[in-house]
């Protein structure tokens, strides 16, 4: 027999009211007859529960019981301690909240606990965004919590990346994910649901509107098919390249993993002297020209044709940049 289990139990008809022997075991993984076991164990340990026969019956705590915060474990503990790191939480304006909730999670902790769980909170800090760049402020993020928590639709004013630039839009906010340090916004508009970048958001304002949000819509599940998408989309081409034995060392740092996973999946020797010629996706030759100079003379362009001018044409415009005399400043 499981203590943990027993107490999962408990937790669950307490926060979900009446459940049957079938939603418990589901939920805990175990047999019926397991879950039926487990009921019996807390009956008999005084717990005041009662089952409800028929269709639509199952099991049921007394009105009016509930139980304190117990029998956490040292790593439980440890988790909800980790959930409420202080970045994320500030961005979406709960920073209070989240500082109360740990206080009081601390202090219904026992001693043995409560200072494990003190010590990991102290050693652990999660800094989102990613290096060489500053976080990006979103004045209109908490704006867009509350739309999402109560349900409310939004008027907002974005600035997007095609024409025309600036549009208006009311927005149904499904969800928020926070991505490498950046907010984004899942919203229903014009009957599509769609990904708006928070700091792109110049202007909003909650309107008078209510909605539901479906009831078979997963956040997790879109965003994973958001990003399978994005990848689909985004790579629209390939190149092949000459690379020297420090330029393929010097890829993770200048490239996106998918180039660096291709250059390892086709790279064949090229000479005796370590270079290799790869073929890796591009999104446009603008982009790939940009990616591709960070690698300076490591790396060479064989094809296509648009590409290798494209390099051979901003290698030009720096040799005359840098070739034409400069008088020194005063």
């Not at 005084?46 to 199952?58: I, M």
């Not at 024409?163 to 950046?182: D, I, N």
């Not at 000459?242 to 660096?260: A, F, I, M, Y």
């Amino acid at each position: 027999m499981s203590a943990g289990r027993l107490l999962s139990v408990l937790l669950l008809l307490q926060s979900r009211g009446r459940m049957s022997a079938r939603g418990l075991a589901d939920e805990l993984g175990v047999s019926v007859r397991t879950a039926y076991r487990d009921v019996a164990r807390l009956q008999a340990a005084g717990v005041p529960l009662y089952a409800e026969p028929g269709r639509g019956g199952g099991y049921q705590l007394v009105d009016g019981y509930r139980t304190r915060l117990t029998g956490m474990s040292e790593g439980e503990a440890r988790a909800l301690l980790l959930a409420g790191l202080p970045g994320p939480a500030a961005d979406l304006g709960l920073a209070a909240e989240v500082t109360a909730a740990r206080l009081k999670l601390l202090a219904a902790l026992p001693p043995g606990p409560r200072e494990e769980a003190a010590r990991t909170a102290a050693v652990f800090h999660l800094d989102a965004p990613g290096w060489y760049r500053e976080p990006e402020p979103a004045p209109s993020l908490p704006l867009f919590v509350d739309a999402v928590l109560t349900q409310r639709a939004v008027d907002v004013h974005y600035r997007r990346w095609r024409a025309p630039q600036e549009v208006r839009r009311r927005l149904r906010p499904y969800g928020l994910v926070l991505k490498s340090g950046v907010w984004y916004l899942v919203a229903a508009a014009r009957s599509r649901t769609a990904t708006y970048r928070v700091t792109q958001v110049l202007d909003a304002v909650l309107s008078d509107e209510r909605f539901d949000r479906p009831a078979d819509f997963d956040l997790g599940a879109y965003w994973a098919s958001y990003l399978e998408d994005f990848q689909a989309r985004r790579f629209t081409g390939t190149a092949t390249v000459r690379l020297s034995p420090r330029g393929r060392r010097r890829l993770p740092d200048n490239v996106p993993p998918e180039v660096v996973r291709a250059v390892e999946a086709t790279a064949t020797a090229v000479g005796d002297d370590g270079w290799v010629e790869a073929v890796i996706p591009t999104e446009s030759a603008e982009h790939a020209c940009g990616e591709l100079l960070r690698l300076g003379v490591d790396v060479e362009v064989v094809a296509p044709a648009g590409l290798r001018q494209a390099m051979a044409d901003t290698v030009g415009a720096l040799a005359r940049a840098y070739g034409s005399p400069h008088a020194a400043p005063a």
